[in-house]
């Protein structure tokens, strides 16, 4: 049914995105519609679609491999182009525009502020059970959308109603509060959303529900939660030092308890109740049979109860994506880093480093996931696995994946010449373009999982007997030895510092080998799900990028995996960086391993030393336009505004952190 489908755009209210006068172009005004409140909002239906037409998750769509491609430009995946927030002096504070905005929330607050006071009356017409859920889904998408700010800038200001087009009102409003204020706001939305979102929804896991609030919830807990335990002290945090704003004294080891305990009741919630979805823990020739790998791939999501919110497609209607087409024909321009593969265990539970641990190298892509982690065996490429399994080539032969392509153009290049498997479907429909139908998932239970281990170790230091079980379950499921103290014992720091962004600490080389491998299961599990920089920021785990830049590095190019890329008559296809013509590939005598930003080593490249960090980056810059409006004395300078700018980044347009 249409009604099913999570994209559905119903436009029966046109929500404005005009404005009256400069100062709403940063607050709230009410949405115009063709309708008034009186005439819409008032029954079962209204709520439904004006909720709908509200969803704006990250999902499937365009040229690209979707959602499988938001880790590029971490340690975990690579493009071929670099992002400037590794570029030091490139990132810079924008004129206009960016993340500061408010019309999603005015929306929401449109949306509650007309809906709360008729649903309290009894006067919204149709099934209660289901109108009670339209207003958990209002509650919830307010606070999905005051955490995206969090996220983005840390202190914002709150806003619970629309405003009028009052100047004097609006600069007023426009002042920023602490950020653990905005996320105990986000807890209690989300509080008011689990009371009263169903458990079966209609449209099933299409929609939003209880377990997805739940799940949401802890991800905003444990985020705030560690936020502060690893950025404590500084200007980051509310009150630490070079804080920019005023008035307000925290106890920040009460507010770290708070929020860590908060994530793990609602992770534990969801848990206890979802088991995981079953893994064959095939070694990923045809895996089209394993329930683990094609829940990642399949059109219909419905049957995994893993799975708590998803978006569902049909080309018929003209919903549909390309994710296939790339990622089961070619490299889709991204690819696994060295780092990310070299994290991941063999199957006995021990480092690849570790004595004993069998692991065959890495000359050839196959004996790199001889005896790993399921996981990796899984979700990434080897030449001769089976691509295709409902057709053959055109003398019956089986359609195989091919040696990765790393001189290929842009938008299909294999950049590491690790290839992504994650989210493949099998099937020859899917392989072409603009046919995608395959779902893609916004929420799943494995995180909840996770989410606890992690909360309950940061707040108690000790992995409790609930932590113990969600631990050994997710890594019986990946197909590696659940005794998780056999991969701490054989853990050294130093090595996995050489690769994994996430052994450190504000610049230094964590020292407990248990929370890092909490850190190396979450990485593992969330493979190719956007969840990286999300992870790396929150652990403040980028301030060493300063003075040591990370090289992205790929696989063992220049060994017997050159040969791949000869002519028939025995020439390369290769010319390394430093050589004469053009360069395709970095240059052997850096490395054994493709470096794909050392390949062009031009000025312009300014990743060719590896990524780079300031601390200012964690945060984004407001752009000025946002100061100039909200000065009180009308003087439209920047230093006048209600609004301070975030911590290492100055008050003039186009200009780069303060080191």
């Known amino acids: 049914m249409i009604k099913n489908k999570f994209v559905l755009r119903l436009f029966l209210i046109v ?31 209204d709520l439904a679609s004006y909720t709908i037409n509200a969803y704006g998750f990250p ?57 709360v006071p008729k649903w309290k009356a009894g006067e919204i017409s149709g099934n209660s059970t289901n109108v009670d859920h339209y207003v958990g889904e209002g509650y919830f998408l307010r606070a999905y959308e005051y955490f995206e700010k969090v996220q983005t800038y840390g202190d914002f200001p709150i806003l619970k109603t629309s405003l009028p087009d009052d100047k004097e009102m609006l600069i007023e409003a426009s002042v920023r509060e602490p950020r653990n204020e905005v996320a105990r706001f986000i807890l209690s939305d989300l509080d008011s959303a689990i009371m009263l979102l169903s458990e079966n929804p209609p449209g099933g896991t299409n929609r939003l529900s209880r377990k997805a609030a739940l799940l949401f919830k802890s991800r905003v807990a444990l985020h705030e939660g560690s936020w502060l335990t690893y950025h404590k002290g500084t200007a980051h945090v509310p009150g630490g030092a070079g804080w920019p704003g005023e008035g307000y004294s925290l106890n920040i080891d009460e507010e770290i308890n708070f929020f860590l305990t908060e994530a793990m009741d609602a992770a534990e919630e969801v848990a206890d109740q979802v088991e995981l979805t079953v893994n064959m823990k095939d070694d990923g020739y045809d895996s089209s049979g394993n329930p683990y790998f094609a829940m990642f791939g399949s ?96 003398d019956g032969s089986p359609l195989l994946i091919g040696e990765p392509n790393i001189l290929d153009i842009r938008e299909s290049r294999y950049v590491t010449g690790y290839g992504l498997k994650k989210g493949m479907s099998y099937r020859n429909d899917q392989a072409t373009g603009n ?8 929420f799943r239970a494995a995180e909840a999982y996770l989410n606890y281990i992690e909360a309950s170790y940061i707040r108690d230091g000790a992995i409790n007997g609930k932590a113990d079980s969600y631990w050994r379950a997710i890594r019986n499921r990946a197909g590696v030895n659940p005794d998780y103290m056999v991969t701490v014992g054989a853990t050294d720091m130093s090595v996995e510092a050489e690769n994994d962004l996430a052994s450190y600490f504000a610049g230094v080389m964590l020292t407990d080998p248990i929370l890092y491998n909490i850190r190396r299961e979450r990485r593992s599990e969330l493979i190719a799900e956007g969840m990286r920089m999300f992870d790396l920021k929150r652990w403040r785990a980028l301030d060493q990028l300063k003075t040591d830049p990370y090289i992205v590095e790929g696989f063992k190019l220049f060994g017997p995996m050159e040969e791949w890329y000869e002519n028939e008559d025995g020439t390369s296809t290769l010319i390394p960086a430093g050589t004469s013509g053009t360069p395709n590939v970095s240059n052997p005598n850096e490395s054994e391993y493709l470096r794909p930003y050392r390949i062009n080593l031009s000025s312009s490249n300014f990743v060719q030393d590896g990524y780079k960090w300031a601390y200012a980056h964690y945060l984004e810059p407001i752009a000025i336009q946002h100061f100039i409006i909200t000065t009180p004395d009308g003087s439209g300078s920047p230093e006048n505004s209600v609004i301070y700018q975030n911590p290492g980044w100055p008050l003039q347009a186009n200009s780069a952190a303060i080191e």
């Open 299 to 394: 059109q219909d999501l419905f049957g995994y109860s893993e799975v708590l919110f998803w978006r569902a497609y049909d080309p018929t209607l003209g919903l549909n994506h390309n994710v296939n087409a790339y990622v089961n024909q070619n490299g889709g321009n991204t690819g696994f880093t060295r780092g990310f593969v070299d994290n991941f265990l063999m199957s006995n539970g021990l480092p690849i480093y570790a004595a004993g641990s069998g692991y065959q190298g890495d000359d050839f892509i196959s004996d790199v996931k001889v005896d790993r982690d399921n996981r990796l065996q899984l979700f990434m490429k080897t030449p001769g696995e089976l691509r295709i399994n409902d057709a053959t080539g055109s």
């Open 435 to 442: 046919v995608g139908e395959t779902g893609s998932i916004v």
């Open 15 to 45: 929500v404005g995105s005009a404005l009256l006068g400069a100062c709403n172009d940063f607050l709230d005004r009410e949405p115009l519609s063709v309708v008034t409140p009186d005439a819409f909002l008032n029954s079962e239906a």
């Open 59 to 115: 999902t499937h769509s365009g040229w690209n491999v979707g959602t499988f491609g938001y880790d590029n430009h971490t340690d975990n995946q690579a493009a071929t182009d670099a992002s400037n927030i590794w570029m030091p002096g490139e990132k810079r504070v924008p004129q206009s525009g960016g993340a500061w905005n408010f019309g999603s929330i005015r929306n929401m607050n449109y949306f509650l502020e007309n809906v």
